[in-house]
């Protein structure tokens, strides 16, 4: 008797190790379908992300060069309308001490008259040379150049008998930021 109690024992032990295996394949396979699960939704949802920070950079990106264009073009204007100032007064300098000049009544009646400019030659050089020595006397005091009144310029200055401009990095950033505000730099 002896021997069937630890037979049925045995049996019982034996199918309750079988029962518990299979339960335990069978967890751990509902285990890895959930983590299966799990990391499928979580790699959909870092693409998705992955994928929303990739448009974002591209406007960003398109916005910064938008802005950049947009600067350049008013730096050319601003620079076109401070060069095309700075010429307007020193021609109106030079015209008002040329005003009395018997030369520039001259070519003034010429142009009211309509006579031809070749005829005139002689008061063209005159009036010509008086404009370039008013201008070469302002190079030598230093132009600068402004794009805006609340910001530093370019100075184009004369040295060693010729023109010359120094845009070092710096001035170049320094004008620029104020047009380039909004991208912080």
Known sequence: MELQIQDLIAQIKKDGMEEAEKTASSIIEAAKQQAKKITDAA????????EACRKQCALEEEGAKAAIRQASRDVVLSLKAELSRLLSESLAHSVQGALASKD???????AIQGRDPKDL???VKAVDGALKANLAKELNNGLELRLRSDVAGFKVLEKDGSGYYDFTDEAIAEMLRPYLGSLNI
């Not at 959909?44 to 992300?49: G, H, I, P, R």
């Not at 520039?104 to 010429?110: F, P």
Request: proline share 0%.
């Open 43 to 50: 790699q959909a949802e870092a693409d998705k992300t992955l």
């Open 104 to 110: 520039l009544a001259t070519l003034i009646q010429a």
């Open 121 to 123: 030659a002689v008061e």
